[in-house]
């Protein structure tokens, strides 16, 4: 299994990063990880072609972690001539969240003939779900954005990934990231805490109590930036964009 990390800004695009999207190589299969605005971007600049992917997951309905699905849209349908089906799944609402966001942006890209499938699954509390050859399976965590945020566990080629989408600490963490070979943890702050995210401290404080091999950390802001060489732990690194995981 093979992860590269797209984008792993916070909403604000801090340290000039794009935002937040995971791309997964798998088992002869390729999946997103959120598709913040950025996403396609971000394929361009590491050479990833969007016509593989045939899944994106989303933790929760804010834009900078499923705004890109618009851009993706439109350019499977006039850039890259997409045929293949794609399947998104996300939490409760994506398919009419997605609709409003598109046809507020560019009125009639929703109704546009279509040369692929599109499909939309919901995902449901710690109930796995299977698709293309990858198990999901969500645990709520605690970041309001209109619809249940989730965290979310891959099972995929005996290997486990889990990312805990935007969150401040909850006790969910701990059963979604159980001997994950990979935990994306987002972290804003490094000492200063913003409400409804996590920072380094809060994530440090927990460290024995997580059983996964190795621990990323994403989505910082400014000062989680300006203090990431002071963390020393060896499970633990930061994310950048471009960095590649083979896990």
């Known amino acids: 299994m093979k992860l590269t990390v797209v984008g792993c800004s916070d909403a604000f695009g801090s340290g000039g990063r ?17 598709c913040g605005a950025t996403a396609l971007i971000g394929f361009n600049k590491f050479g990833l072609d969007p016509n593989r992917v045939s899944t994106i997951f989303i933790t929760h309905l804010h834009a900078d972690h499923f705004g890109g699905l618009i851009w993706w849209l439109i350019h499977a349908n006039h850039i890259a001539a997409r045929t293949t089906p794609l399947t998104v799944v996300g939490p409760a609402g994506i398919e009419a969240r997605f609709t409003a966001a598109a046809e507020a942006l560019y009125p009639g890209s929703t109704t546009n003939p279509r040369r692929f499938e599109l499909t939309f699954r919901e995902l449901a509390e710690r109930t796995p779900l299977d698709i293309g050859g990858v198990r999901v399976t969500p645990f709520e965590v605690l970041h309001p954005s209109g619809a249940p945020p989730y965290a979310l566990r891959f099972e995929v080629e005996g290997k486990i990934v889990t990312f805990s989408g935007d969150t401040e600490w909850v006790e969910s963490l701990i059963p979604a990231a159980d001997n994950a070979d990979l935990f994306i943890a987002e972290c804003y702050g490094f000492e200063r805490q913003a409400r409804h995210h996590m920072d380094w401290r809060t994530i440090e404080k927990n460290l024995p109590r997580l059983s996964a091999r190795q621990i990323m950390i ?3 802001g400014e000062e989680m930036l300006a203090n990431a060489g002071a963390i020393k732990d060896r499970r633990v690194l930061a994310a950048w ?4 995981l083979n896990i």
């Open 18 to 34: 794009l935002q937040t999207c995971f791309h997964v190589a798998a088992w002869g299969t390729e999946f997103l990880i959120d």
């Open 241 to 244: 964009d471009g960095l590649t």
């Open 218 to 220: 994403t989505h910082m």
